[in-house]
Antibody, heavy 118, light 110 residues
């Protein structure tokens, strides 16, 4: 079955960087677009970034554009999110999710918590 | 990218039907047949319940149904059960490689 396992979260000071990872298994990773979606504590879901199945295209929410970079390694079935210049409002649970044409997010991981605080 | 508008809460008794609305604009909900709905229990990951406005993934009970009229989409849960108590989020493609979610609705089974 599809499994997505995020890691790399933690407590980081404002202005610093963090790299999140998502290990995928149970499906042909290289066939699927992948996303990061975040959820601030007690708040709703927010789409963060998407990367095409082959890494050829990447798109970002305005709130993270220029600070976050999504990437993938299909040989390792891994998805990444490099987060730079972190701010307090980046504090959230970050989920990776598979993307299906039809514009929906089919499978989700359990998330990794990022806390930006001094 | 403005969030889609959902009522903060909804409720119904076991066996009843309840509808949750999701209002957007012609640039998102109204412009694409790409509305999806997600169920989330406290401390758990979201789960896809409806995609492309009204399609159900395998394993989702047919008590869950989706529809859209103009800029507003709806999720209807029929024959409410205690296990349906959760948060529900709508999402829509918003064009130009952007996706937007609603603020979420807490469904309470009375």
């Amino acid at each position: 079955q599809v499994q997505l396992v995020e890691s790399g979260g933690g407590v980081v000071q404002p202005g610093r960087s963090l790299r999140l990872s998502c290990a995928a298994s149970g499906f042909t990773f290289s066939n699927y677009g992948m996303n990061w979606v975040r959820q601030a504590p007690g708040k709703g879901l927010e789409w963060v970034a998407i990367i095409w199945y082959d890494g050829s295209n990447k798109y970002y929410a305005d709130s993270v554009k220029g600070r976050f970079t999504i990437s993938r390694d299909n040989s390792k079935s891994m998805l990444y999110l490099q987060m730079n210049s972190l701010r307090g409002d980046d504090t959230a649970l970050y989920y990776c999710a598979t993307y299906r044409t039809g514009h929906y997010f089919e499978n989700w991981g359990q998330g990794t918590l990022v806390t930006v605080s001094s | 990218q403005s969030a889609l508008t959902q009522p903060p809460s909804a409720s119904g008794s076991p066996g009843q039907s309840v509808a949750i609305s999701c209002t957007g604009a012609s640039s998102d909900v109204g412009g694409y047949n790409s509305v999806s709905w997600y169920q989330q229990y406290p401390g758990k990951a979201p789960k896809l319940m409806i995609y492309e406005v009204s399609k159900r993934p395998a394993g989702v009970p047919d008590r869950f149904s989706g529809s859209k009229s103009g800029n507003t989409a709806s999720l209807t849960v029929s024959g409410l059960q205690a296990e349906d108590e959760a948060d529900y989020y709508c999402s829509s493609y918003a064009g130009s490689n952007n996706w937007v979610f609603g603020g979420g609705t807490k469904l309470t089974v009375l």
